[in-house]
């Protein structure tokens, strides 16, 4: 929609447009001409395989049934998510794709309980997250934890990254017992920064850096399946990629799930075993992902996947200048 408006007030008014992205799909739709700083990465495929548990792993960690979230907006009724299931494996990756405003992130928020459902159920390992007592639902949350799109906002700006990561460890009473200090080392050597980062405060870190402290925050418990929101979009290619191969790492030694909601369908047709796609609150179709992108069922996702939705459109073939 966005890019749509972009092209129809370039057209009627004749301006020029210069373009910031990291999204090659865009530059698809969009440019005549592209400056590239740096390199263009090699394709997804070159790097990355689908992650699917394995016959030993395949336990079950998560299922959604009939989830409902509505509220209300002035005179609207908003079905933000309606009658969602699904269900997710140890050591699994799946995916969630759809448009902006589809209900991908209330879904995300609605299995951490930071969002109340008006019906359906959410267990995560056996145990029921809705209408568990304050208690339970703590002990419960332990085992699913979130990374959110913007690092920037999840990070508390005026604690150091050290406490930032030591909260949920405070919080389910398990700091000293997991090491204190020494835990905190290990978490940032663990994501790929140094100890020293602990004592700097969010905005003196880079974008990527800010995800690396907020996936250290979200393993800090050892959880059976972290949610990633859009955890990518701000960041550029190799900041992206070295989020990527660290969640991959995390998942094969911990066997991890990971529940991800994405933009990038050429991502998400490389690492996700499973896909869901969502539209107006619900899940329109889902299954293997290879199979569903190769031959989708529904109208949306063919839409989706020829590209329909903003990026179908090239004006011109593209002229790369690579730059150093």
Avoid at 72 to 96: K, W, Y
Wanted: aromatic fraction near 4%; proline fraction near 5%.
């Amino acid at each position: 929609v966005i890019l749509r408006l972009l092209r129809s007030v370039q057209e009627s008014t004749g301006s020029a447009i210069l373009l910031i992205t990291h999204d090659r799909d865009v530059l698809t739709a969009m440019a005549d001409r592209v400056v590239s700083i740096g390199s263009v990465p090699p394709p997804v495929s070159a790097r990355y395989a689908a992650a699917a548990p394995s016959e030993q792993s395949a336990s079950e960690v998560l299922r959604v049934v009939d989830l409902a979230v509505h509220y209300n907006v002035g005179d609207r009724h908003v079905r933000a998510v309606d009658g969602v299931s699904l269900h997710v494996n140890a050591g699994e990756t799946f995916a969630i794709v759809g448009e902006s405003g589809c209900g991908k992130s209330t879904l995300a928020r609605s299995l951490v309980a930071l969002e109340q459902p008006l019906r359906g159920t959410i267990a995560i390992e056996g145990q029921h997250v809705v209408g568990a007592t304050r208690t339970a639902l703590r002990d419960r949350r332990r085992r699913i934890q979130i990374v959110f799109q913007d690092s920037a906002s999840a990070l508390n700006p005026r604690r150091k990254v050290g406490p930032c990561i030591a909260e949920p460890l405070h919080i389910h009473g398990c700091y000293r017992g997991k090491g204190g200090p020494a835990q905190i080392a290990a978490l940032l050597e663990l994501v790929g920064l140094a100890p020293f980062h602990a004592e700097r405060f969010p905005h003196q870190l880079s974008g990527g850096e800010r995800q690396r402290v907020a996936i250290a925050r979200a393993i800090a418990l050892q959880p059976a399946i972290v949610v990633l929101d859009e955890p990518f979009t701000a960041l550029d290619w190799d900041a992206r990629d070295g989020l990527l191969a660290l969640l991959r790492r995390l998942q094969a030694e911990c066997n991890t799930a990971l529940l991800l909601i994405a933009h990038d369908l050429q991502l998400v047709r490389q690492i996700a075993a499973r896909t869901a796609v969502m539209r107006d609150g619900t899940f329109v179709e889902q299954g293997e992902t290879a199979a569903l992108f190769a031959k989708p069922s529904h109208e949306y996702t063919r839409a989706l996947v020829a590209g329909s939705l903003g990026h179908q459109t090239v004006r011109q073939p593209l002229h790369l200048d690579h730059r150093r």
